[in-house]
């Protein structure tokens, strides 16, 4: 190990150390609990004066003048510069952007407040406040008191809260949002979407036993269509667990064995989950002190040779990229309503398959696909030009990419995770993605792993080859192209092919032309219907001619969204405008043309 070396992971270490929080509790759902969601007060804080003092040096827990501590003006002439009130007040879960017009673009401190009363319902519990997800850090405050902070806009997270600190009455919950943009975090300071803050989930919290059941994994093994296998991990000591499906009648024990609870079993007569059968089995998981249930879906995935394998078949994947965003109301989506408008959409195109890009969507939506049958790409924010030197910001893009997979890894839907998308080639980006996609797959061995890689088309070659050296380390080679539209026109389409290096399944993970819905002229019109109609059917046309590994495409996307790059003041006033959907839930003339071609590929 050279020097370098030693001192960038004593680095990664101190960072780990210093930011540790408790692991994360896993179906969290099913478990019984206090939400925390509806009116919280605010102060804005543009120059954190409520976490620094007049010299910039950061607040002592104690200090009067913090913002997390009570802040009752105690007489008339007792001074007080900051304080919670009505007059000020967002709603919890949901951005901050769209709640009040100041704070359309506002990126910053926001600092929330809620009082709550609290109704123990056992001796002897343990508590966690849970977030789904807050953008971008959270500094969490109880009662005058910091639990703890976290980085990462679209994973969650829980901090355990000491049983003595807890009151039946008049808690005083503080979190302070920053929403800031930095070159070292994930993703970076350039992304091609609007930076929505705030608490965005629900936040609750959970009673739980002093030993409890924080995760554990039930899934088929990865070729194995009769046989699972799995684990549980306690926070605690860990004990036997029993594991029940009532409706396949079957109990199973498994003990603690060198400290681990880790099963396999068969499982003959399990229906097996798939798009055309969305099969799910209500699990009991039971401990000595702890109880949790879940609804599991059984499948098999696997990239063999030219194909993926549902279930040991071949699948052609029809899908869609979709953004966490509801367009008609401008703001974050956070709620099964919001799930089923988005899923909802992408079935009505004839989709079997979405690419929730560019981070992990809500809870709600994996859930959501699991029982619609819709098949899940799921990613993480390593977008464009991260700073793949730092060993800092690794860690941190294992952080979160640990946080999704942990939400996520009893869902049969998801069959990809994604380390990032069109990230510039080089050694230190390869190396930096590589050691994601094996921390990936320690984590699950038995999805796909993925990330969506870049290829110039503007090559003037009639054959494109995907040639990332990514490429040999990920199980699905996937690749963005706009052909038509950042390169060309889509007649270009006519005499481009396209390959890969890699023999495995090849996948088209992006591609689109923007228009303006309602804006009419002819195929040539930029930012027209008829454009964006024009460049799918080339498309379209050209993917008859893809080599036998293609597997599938996710066109980009679903739904205009928010962004702060497309200023074009007629087509676009800060709308990246490449939905099928328009921003009022309209379809544009495009949509029919994808959904004609993709039922024309059903099975
Ligand atoms: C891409 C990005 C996506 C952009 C899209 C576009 O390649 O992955 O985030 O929004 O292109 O519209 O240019």
């Not at 926001?110 to 971008?136: P, Q, T």
């Not at 109990?251 to 229906?271: H, I, W």
């Not at 560019?358 to 977008?383: C, F, K, N, Q, T």
């Not at 893809?546 to 006033?573: H, V």
């Amino acid at each position: 190990m050279s020097y370098k070396s030693i001192f960038m992971a004593l680095l990664a270490l101190a960072w780990s150390t210093a930011f540790a929080q408790d692991s994360l509790i896993s179906n969290i759902t099913s478990r019984e609990a206090t939400s925390l969601n509806g009116r919280w007060q605010y102060i804005v804080d543009p120059y954190e004066t409520g976490f620094y003092d007049y010299r910039f040096k950061e607040r002592r827990e104690d200090d009067p003048e913090a913002y997390w501590n009570r802040a009752e003006q105690a007489n008339r002439t007792e001074r007080k510069e900051h304080g919670y009130s009505g007059k000020y007040e967002l709603e919890v879960p949901g951005d901050w952007n769209h709640q009040q017009p100041q704070f359309v673009y506002y990126e910053g401190s926001i600092w929330y407040k809620r009082s709550f009363d609290f109704i123990k319902h056992k001796e002897g519990s343990r508590y966690f406040l849970y977030f789904g997800a807050v953008n971008y850090r959270a500094d969490v405050y109880l009662n005058g008191k910091k639990l703890g902070m976290h980085k990462g806009g679209f994973t969650p997270f829980n901090f355990e809260i000491p049983a003595s600190l807890l009151k039946e009455k008049d808690n005083f919950l503080v979190v302070k949002v920053d929403n800031r943009r930095y070159a070292d975090e994930v993703p970076t300071l350039n992304t091609d979407w609007w930076n929505y803050g705030g608490i965005t989930r629900d936040v609750k919290i959970v009673e739980l036993p002093q030993s409890f059941i924080r995760d554990f994994v039930l899934q088929l093994k990865k070729t194995s269509s009769s046989e699972a296998e799995g684990y549980v991990k306690f926070n605690g000591t860990p004990s036997p667990v029993t594991i029940e499906i009532p409706a396949l009648k079957l109990k199973q024990q498994v003990p603690v064995s060198n400290g681990e609870v880790k099963f396999s079993f068969k499982l003959p007569k399990a229906e097996l989950w798939s798009p055309e059968h969305p099969k799910l089995y209500d699990v009991v998981i039971t401990s000595s002190s702890d109880k949790v249930t879940d609804k599991i879906g059984f499948r098999t995935v696997e990239a063999r040779g030219k194909h993926v394998l549902l279930n040991g078949k071949p699948i052609f994947m029809r899908g869609i990229c979709i953004h966490g965003e509801i367009p008609q109301d401008v703001r974050r989506a956070y709620s099964d309503e919001d799930a089923r408008q988005l899923l909802g959409q992408a079935r009505e195109l004839g989709c079997n398959m979405v690419r929730l890009a560019h981070y992990p969507h809500d809870e709600r939506m994996v859930r959501l696909a699991d029982s619609l049958g819709i098949l899940v790409w799921s990613e993480i924010p390593v977008y464009w030009t991260i700073n793949f030197g730092s060993a800092e910001v690794l860690e941190k893009a294992k952080a979160q990419l640990t946080e999704m997979i942990t939400r996520d890894h009893n869902r049969a839907s998801v069959i990809i995770w994604s380390v990032g998308n069109e990230t510039p080639v080089s050694p230190v980006r390869t190396n930096f993605m590589h050691n994601l996609i094996t921390r990936a797959k320690e984590l699950d061995g038995t999805r796909m792993v993925s990330a969506a890689l870049e290829v110039n088309y503007n090559s003037g070659k009639d054959l494109n080859m995907v040639d990332d050296p990514l490429g040999e380390f990920v199980d699905l080679v996937a690749f963005n192209e706009y052909l038509g539209w950042y390169g060309g026109l889509p007649d270009k389409c006519r005499t481009t092919n396209w390959g890969t290096i890699y023999d495995k399944p090849f996948f088209i993970s992006e591609t689109g032309a923007e228009a303006k819905a309602g804006f009419h002229g002819d195929s040539l019109t930029r930012f027209s219907e008829e454009y964006q109609e024009w460049f799918f059917k080339e498309q379209l046309d050209m993917l008859s001619r893809m080599p036998e590994n293609f597997c599938g495409i996710t066109p980009w996307l679903l739904a205009d969204f928010r962004s702060p790059k497309r200023n074009n003041p007629f087509y676009q006033e800060g709308w990246n405008r490449k939905g099928m959907y328009d921003d009022k839930g309209n379809k544009k003339k495009a949509f029919y043309i994808l959904k004609a071609w993709y039922d024309s590929k059903r099975p």
